[in-house]
């Protein structure tokens, strides 16, 4: 196959993949990467905004000066959120992404790609690594963001792939497992479960002398990305103290959690924490991601056994019983792959005429999140077609009970459904 064959290749695979993804990173391990960027800027029919890392972008200042100038030149009102926020707002990840967002929102009211090349200028910021992960998570815009770099950007890509927000192409292969690369051939054999109150074993043996519960969940901090900072950490772990205490506090605490394991679990690698390719780890949280990833697929023969995977796999919430800020994020993402797989084995019942096993599902559903309304409508529909029509009108009512607390009303769908099955 010649080059040009091959970009195609890769070409058609970005466009089958990408649909309804927000971040597609090109791995940094593709050959055609650059290529396929310049096949994007010009020949998709979507609009495309196109921003190349600068050198001084060191830091969240710099780079949303230079990111909002660039694409005013593109996008002649852009900006007019963002330049206007009090100087303590645009300190404020939230504030500034939220700013940002609504700049991005008014690009068009169709999906667009913003394309970051060269984001391996940013390694070194964490302001600028955690700015777009929350502007990632922000669903008020249709913009799909496009990384290339030569670096694996420190984001947290198995929870963006469980909540179906990322995808990582290399070339014409999207990537289902091992999405960090790591090492599972090494000497220490790991078992990781984080779903649930998070357990390690080590060659078979569960470790229980952590000395405290903040070493292991050091450790799964440090497994959430594919490299840390030392002040990620501590800004995670130890916010309100000043750094230099923060820095000594992390420092015992990588101490206990190298006595608990017996090794060094984490080691420095070029200014970042990593964790020790020595040990060979099976992780659930990236086995769940995976089996997502392969429920997504076109192929119906490998559907319905992935996603009971996934749900089989998903013992409890992400790192139960702990309520640190960026452990409620992850339980929100891995949930949301949760109840998503559930959703698809309900519907795969339903084709095969099982409205009872699909009713249990969508009931699970919402035990989980009763937010779903589109869920209380298959619930609903359900008991009609099982001619329990006053349970589907109870329900109706509980809904309709919990939304008027909100100050709200059931959407004109639902309440349609409602009012066929009452006639």
Not at 112 to 123: G, P, V
Not at 266 to 274: A, P, Q, S, T
Request: with cysteine; net charge negative; proline share 4%.
């Amino acid at each position: 196959m010649n080059l040009n064959d091959l970009i195609n290749v890769t070409y058609q695979t970005f466009q089958e993949q990408t649909e309804g993804s927000r971040l597609i990173l090109l791995h940094p391990r593709s050959r055609y990467r650059s290529v396929l960027i310049a096949k994007i800027l010009g020949t998709t029919s979507r609009k495309v905004l196109y921003y190349a890392m600068d050198p001084d972008d060191l830091d969240l200042r710099s780079l949303i000066a230079g990111l909002t100038h660039d694409l005013a030149n593109q996008y002649p009102t852009f900006g007019r959120h963002t330049n206007i926020l009090p100087p303590n707002d645009a300190k404020n990840f939230d504030a500034l992404a939220e700013a940002f967002a609504k700049d991005l929102a008014e690009v068009d009211d169709k999906p667009f790609y913003l394309i970051l090349d060269e984001y391996d200028r940013s390694d070194s910021a964490d302001d600028i690594q955690m700015f777009f992960e929350k502007l990632v998570s922000n669903t008020g815009h249709n913009c799909t963001f496009i990384i290339n770099g030569r670096t694996l950007p420190r984001l947290p890509w198995v929870s963006l792939i469980a909540q179906k927000r990322a995808i990582l192409l290399e070339d014409d292969l999207l990537i289902k497992d091992n999405f960090y690369r790591s090492e599972t051939t090494g000497k220490h054999k790991l078992e990781i479960f984080a779903f649930g109150p998070g357990q390690v074993l080590l060659d078979g043996n569960m470790i229980d002398t952590w000395e405290g519960h903040l070493p292991r969940l050091l450790f799964f901090f440090a497994l959430d990305r594919p490299i840390v900072t030392r002040s990620e950490i501590c800004q995670a772990f130890w916010p309100e103290l000043h750094m230099d205490q923060a820095v000594n506090v992390f420092h015992v605490t990588k101490r206990r959690l190298h006595k608990a394991l017996d090794m060094d679990v984490l080691v420095h690698d070029g200014g970042y924490y990593r964790v020790n390719p020595d040990m060979a780890i099976r992780y659930d949280t990236i086995d769940f991601a995976t089996a997502l990833m392969n429920g997504r697929t076109d192929i119906a023969s490998e559907r319905l056994a992935s996603w009971q995977r996934a749900i089989d796999l998903y013992r409890g919430p992400f790192l139960q019983g702990h309520t640190d800020k960026w452990i409620l994020s992850r339980r929100n993402d891995f949930k949301s792959g949760y109840l998503e797989a559930l959703s698809e084995v309900a519907y795969i019942r339903l084709e095969e005429d099982r409205p009872e096993h699909a009713l249990g599902l969508f009931q699970r559903v919402l035990a989980d999140d009763g937010t779903r309304e589109n869920i209380h409508r298959e619930v609903m529909k359900l008991y009609a077609k099982l001619g329990r029509r006053s349970e589907a009108a109870a329900h109706y009512q509980r809904l309709s009970d919990d939304l008027r607390r909100e100050g709200r009303t059931p959407a004109a769908e639902t309440a349609e459904v409602y009012q066929n099955i009452i006639a």
